[in-house]
C-alpha cells in the first residue's frame, strides 16, 4: 500500500461519487462494491446510487468508448465493476420501486454463438438503469416468444455476428408481424456484420453500431414511445 492510498469512506460524498466513476473506468471490482455500500451507510437511496454513481460512471465509459478511447476488453471491465455494485442494489430498488427506463429482452439468434457485443449491450443498458433479460445465444424465434409473453418487455435486442444467420432476425420480427405484436415492442438489432439497411430491410426499429449507441437508440425510443402513449 502507498502513503497516498484512497480511504474511500474518509471521503465526502461528493468526492467517494467522483472516485467511483474512476474507479468504474478503471474496472475496480471490489472498489466500486465498497463504494456502493458506503453511500448506502450513508443514507443514500437505492435511487441514487445507481444514477449518480453507477450510470453516471457508465455513461463516461460508454461515451470514451464511442469515441475510440476505450476498448471493448477494458468496457467489460467496467461493465463488471458495475454489475457488482448492481447486485447490492438491485433487491433494494425492487423493494423501492425506483423508476426503471424499461425493460429489455436482449440474444443473439438462433445458430448463432457469439455473444461478447451482446452481453456489452447487455451490461451498458443495465448501467443505464434498464431491466435487461439475457437470453444467451442461439436463440429460435420460440424462445423470444416466450420471454415477451413472461417479461413484457419494452424493447427487443438481437444480435448475430455470422452473414448466415443475419437472416433469421427478420424470421423473428415476421412472426411478431403475423401475430400482430410487432408494434408493441421496440426492435434493435446489432452486430458486425449488419448496417442501417439491413436494419431497415428487416424492419427493426434501429440498427445500432455498438453498445454505446445501443443504449442512446433505446433511451431515446423509449422516451418516444412513452410520450406517444400519453399523447394518445
Not at 184 to 190: A, E, K, M, P, T
Given at each position: 500500500?502507498?502513503?497516498?492510498?484512497?480511504?474511500?469512506?474518509?471521503?465526502?460524498?461528493?468526492?467517494?461519487?467522483?472516485?467511483?466513476?474512476?474507479?468504474?473506468?478503471?474496472?475496480?471490482?471490489?472498489?466500486?462494491?465498497?463504494?456502493?455500500?458506503?453511500?448506502?451507510?450513508?443514507?443514500?437511496?437505492?435511487?441514487?446510487?445507481?444514477?449518480?454513481?453507477?450510470?453516471?460512471?457508465?455513461?463516461?465509459?460508454?461515451?470514451?468508448?464511442?469515441?475510440?478511447?476505450?476498448?471493448?476488453?477494458?468496457?467489460?471491465?467496467?461493465?463488471?465493476?458495475?454489475?457488482?455494485?448492481?447486485?447490492?442494489?438491485?433487491?433494494?430498488?425492487?423493494?423501492?420501486?425506483?423508476?426503471?427506463?424499461?425493460?429489455?429482452?436482449?440474444?443473439?439468434?438462433?445458430?448463432?454463438?457469439?455473444?461478447?457485443?451482446?452481453?456489452?449491450?447487455?451490461?451498458?443498458?443495465?448501467?443505464?438503469?434498464?431491466?435487461?433479460?439475457?437470453?444467451?445465444?442461439?436463440?429460435?424465434?420460440?424462445?423470444?416468444?416466450?420471454?415477451?409473453?413472461?417479461?413484457?418487455?419494452?424493447?427487443?435486442?438481437?444480435?448475430?455476428?455470422?452473414?448466415?444467420?443475419?437472416?433469421?432476425?427478420?424470421?423473428?420480427?415476421?412472426?411478431l408481424k403475423e401475430k400482430g405484436i410487432r408494434d408493441?415492442?421496440?426492435?434493435?438489432?446489432?452486430g458486425a456484420p449488419l448496417n442501417e439497411e439491413f436494419?431497415?430491410?428487416?424492419?427493426?426499429?434501429?440498427?445500432?453500431?455498438?453498445?454505446?449507441?445501443?443504449?442512446?437508440?433505446?433511451?431515446?425510443?423509449?422516451?418516444?414511445?412513452?410520450?406517444?402513449?400519453?399523447?394518445?
Open positions: 500500500m502507498s502513503d497516498d492510498e484512497i480511504i474511500l469512506s474518509e471521503l465526502p460524498d461528493d468526492e467517494l461519487v467522483q472516485q467511483m466513476h474512476d474507479d468504474l473506468y478503471d474496472g475496480l471490482k471490489e472498489e466500486v462494491q465498497e463504494g456502493t455500500n458506503i453511500l448506502l451507510e450513508r443514507g443514500w437511496v437505492p435511487y441514487d446510487v445507481l444514477t449518480q454513481a453507477l450510470v453516471e460512471g457508465m455513461r463516461i465509459v460508454g461515451e470514451d468508448f464511442r469515441d475510440g478511447i476505450l476498448f471493448v476488453p477494458e468496457v467489460l471491465l467496467s461493465a463488471n465493476a458495475m454489475k457488482t455494485g448492481m447486485n447490492i442494489l438491485r433487491p433494494l430498488l425492487a423493494e423501492t420501486g425506483a423508476p426503471k427506463q424499461g425493460k429489455m429482452v436482449i440474444g443473439t439468434v438462433k445458430g448463432d454463438i457469439h455473444d461478447i457485443g451482446k452481453n456489452l449491450v447487455g451490461m451498458m443498458m443495465e448501467g443505464a438503469g434498464f431491466d435487461v433479460i439475457d437470453l444467451g445465444i442461439n436463440n429460435p424465434v420460440e424462445k423470444y416468444l416466450a420471454a415477451i409473453e413472461e417479461h413484457q418487455p419494452d424493447i427487443i435486442g438481437m444480435s448475430a455476428l455470422l452473414t448466415t444467420t443475419m437472416p433469421y432476425m427478420k424470421v423473428v420480427i415476421d412472426t408493441d415492442f421496440i426492435v434493435l438489432v446489432g436494419g431497415k430491410a428487416v424492419g427493426a426499429d434501429a440498427y445500432c453500431r455498438d453498445a454505446a449507441v445501443a443504449v442512446e437508440t433505446a433511451k431515446e425510443l423509449v422516451k418516444r414511445k412513452h410520450n406517444m402513449a400519453a399523447s394518445a
